[in-house]
């Protein structure tokens, strides 16, 4: 029976190798944004080197991308000829790239053998797999079988070599037909409504089915001269949408991408109609994130938009509760009373206030009930 040989991959493994070299890279964040973050991972891996970008706001998927195409590491990639694809056409090349059958070396004898380890895993999969969560952290060999012990979200997991190759490319499919289905119809304003009922009845997920292709080709769009020029009630209406979006996404667990979609909005809104409601739901949002100081000025700006003060009040005195600003609470408590909301709802707050004031609350109470006599 044969002996089974245990490999470490510490010396092969890229987790975070994407984001670092982003950090060398000024037009990063604008790359991603115009082709897409996997797409860009996915042209560093197969080289294809971006040359240029022409971009097309109305339509971005007629955006041009000019690349030289190369192994990564090749010479002669400097003195080739630039091509010139579409976006799309760009992509589809990357994904069919990536797909293409890649037969795995046999493993190395030795532990040290790195280059052998990075042959018979697939280097390819080695820079796709921290891209979707895999950390590689060990190697199994028995025999004609390899096995791979990995960390997925915390957890361990187990994949025969060839099995976490094949969910892999599942992964790059799924990331083109992401691609396609949103750049069909990206940006539809019909479907605010049908998200405001969805987020309405509970269905946060349907919400993100509608909207989720919105943030990035609306993030570039505003900053073209039509994205500035863009009629009012066209701005309001893609404000809403985002403000729906950005809240689904917290509900969802995804704080921090629903904080940049609502800030995404906020631009949009201006001081417009719905700039209130995209102030109390990004100061909602820092709230479920407990980021108590930072949600209490989007909150004060909703109320001074004119946001709904039975919503925003009580808010916003759970934000001075947790900063430990009793007063401000207490006048929060104040005016959320004045304005029709429940004694119940404001229990937990008026608690920490009474138990936090004391004496100098029941003093201050009996001067104004003098005063008032």
């Not at 991603?32 to 891996?45: K, L, N, T």
């Not at 990995?150 to 994949?159: A, V």
């Not at 990331?175 to 405001?196: F, H, P, W, Y």
């Not at 001075?320 to 005016?335: I, M, N, Q, S, W």
């Amino acid at each position: 029976m044969a002996k089974e040989r245990v490999f470490s991959l510490d010396a092969v493994r890229t987790d975070g190798w994407f984001e670092r070299i982003g950090e060398g890279i000024g037009s990063f964040q604008a790359l991603c944004d115009i082709v897409g973050e996997a797409f860009f991972a996915f042209s560093m891996i197969t080289g294809a080197r971006i040359t240029a970008l022409t971009v097309d706001r109305r339509n971005p998927d007629n955006t041009l991308v000019d690349f030289v195409a190369g192994a990564p590491g090749d010479d002669e990639v400097e003195g080739a000829e630039p091509q010139r694809l579409t976006l799309v056409d760009f992509r589809q090349r990357l994904v069919a790239a990536l797909l293409t059958d890649d037969a795995s070396l046999p493993a190395p004898a030795k532990e040290t053998d790195v280059e052998g380890l990075q042959q018979h895993i697939g280097v390819r999969y080695l820079l796709l797999a921290p891209l979707y969560g895999y950390s590689l952290r060990k190697l199994a060999v028995k025999g004609a079988t390899s096995e791979l012990l990995l960390l997925r979200d915390g957890e361990e997991e187990r994949y025969e070599l060839n099995e976490l190759r094949i969910r892999i490319r599942a992964h790059v499919r799924e990331e083109l037909d992401r691609a396609s289905a949103g750049n069909r119809s990206a940006i539809d304003l019909t479907k605010v409504g049908e998200a405001e009922l969805a987020a309405e009845s509970g269905d946060h997920t349907r919400v993100l089915q509608l909207l989720a292709q919105w943030p990035a080709p609306l993030a570039i769009f505003l900053r073209t001269p039509e994205g500035q020029l863009l009629a009012p009630e066209a701005r309001s209406l893609i404000a809403k949408g985002l403000g729906l979006l950005g809240s689904a996404c917290v509900e969802l667990g995804e704080a921090q991408q629903g904080e940049e979609v609502l800030r995404l909005g906020i631009q949009y809104a201006q001081d417009g109609p719905v700039a209130s409601d995209l102030f109390r739901r990004l100061g909602h949002a820092l709230l479920v994130t407990e980021r108590y100081g930072e949600a209490i000025g989007p909150l004060r700006r909703a109320i001074s938009l004119g946001a709904s003060p039975k919503v925003v009040w009580p808010l916003l005195a759970k934000a001075f509760v947790k900063r430990e600003r009793y007063l401000a609470a207490l006048t929060c408590v104040r005016e959320a009373r004045s304005a029709g909301v429940e004694e119940p709802e404001l229990v937990p707050e008026m608690q920490r206030i009474e138990e936090s004031l004391g004496s100098s609350l029941t003093t201050w109470r009996g001067l104004v009930l003098t005063a008032k006599a």
